[in-house]
């Protein structure tokens, strides 16, 4: 059973930056891309950065050039550095394995890490 656990959120300014780590256990096919998701109350999960088993990367535009996801197999983790954050990025963040362009893979899902940001 593959697990996740993220961490790294907290409180921070508008401008600020944060780095969120997933840690993946289990045994995770290497054929999946991984990704991070964000959900904030009241709206629907989102998808803000897929990395593709060949290194590509995808960002909806209202990340963008702000955020940058990464990999390390070696370590089993998957990375979301975050920078110039907004008051709108404020959601709780998750990781999963990604199957296309955005279906999760999993059905089980980490606790995930909360993200706040405010003055």
């Known amino acids: 059973q593959v697990r996740f656990v993220e961490s790294g959120g907290g409180l921070v300014q508008p401008g600020g930056s944060l780095r969120l780590s997933c840690v993946v256990s289990g045994r995770m096919p290497s054929i999946y891309a991984m990704g991070w998701y964000r959900q904030a109350p009241g709206k629907q999960r989102e998808l803000v950065a897929r990395l593709s088993t060949t290194g590509s990367t995808m960002y909806p535009d209202s990340v963008e050039g702000r955020f940058s996801i990464s990999r390390d197999n070696a370590k089993n983790t998957v990375d979301l550095e975050m920078n110039s954050l907004k008051p709108e990025d404020t959601a709780l963040y998750f990781c999963?394995?990604?199957?296309?362009?955005?279906?999760?893979?999993?059905?089980?899902w980490g606790q995930g890490t909360q993200v706040t940001v405010s003055s």
């Open positions: 999963n394995a990604v199957l296309g362009s955005y279906e999760p893979v999993f059905d089980t």
